[in-house]
């Protein structure tokens, strides 16, 4: 539990984001507690990004209160960011990418850098050929690892992801949540997905925020599954989570079988 001494990775109280007579978020009031992988969903409009970038520092909430780590100053290196579709610069090789943010530290050198980038290659799992590749290139599903391992850069205790799996096929997609999962493990990070991705959702997060009519709700699936609001039960329960829910169902009793349960 949360104390002085251990304080929530990231608190918010009282955010609100307006732009013009738009209100995005009205008073949110939030905490994570502990490191964790939180799925993050919406419908459109909500403000998934704005939440991202205001948490990250790049944008200035209208009101409300934001600490990461109990203090409320963003120091540098303290996110990871992978943006949608990778944002990889396109002129820099994927190795010259990732050395970007090692390089804007000023403390280490050329050789450093380098060696630290190819370290992050290996870690998203890219073959050691990559690091020479241009972003134009690489395959979709190797962009996103490419911009994982950027954002993995100065070994950042939150990460934040932003749909990461779309555009990737069945497999690439599965491939990536497996990755997440082992970062998560391994590293013992904060990571925060923003996506649409159902599978991404019940295979990868502990728990999940929910941005609806301006405010946020943040359980666990279980719980949300039994939420009676109308857009979180269309959300979970309509056509597509209810497959998921039965392929999870399916997933149990073949367990159980196996092991003679």
Known sequence: MADAQNPPIIS?????NQFGTQ???DHLDFEI?????IGL???????KSVLMRT????QKPTEGEIKVMGEESNRPGQFGVLFQKGALFSALTVEENIMVPLKERGDLSEETCRSLARMKINLVGLPAIAAAKYPSELSGGMIKRASLARALAVDPPILFLDEPTAGLDPIAAAEFDQLVLELQKSLGVTIIIITHDLDTLFTVCDKVAVL????MTLDTIENLLKSTHPWIQSYFHGPRGRAMLAKDENNETNGKSEHGT
């Open 23 to 25: 209100i995005v978020h």
């Open 12 to 16: 918010v109280h009282g955010l609100v």
């Open 41 to 47: 969903v919406g419908g459109s409009g909500s403000g």
């Open 55 to 58: 948490i990250v520092g790049l």
């Open 212 to 215: 609806v009519d301006k405010k």
């Open 33 to 37: 507690d502990k490191p964790q992988v």
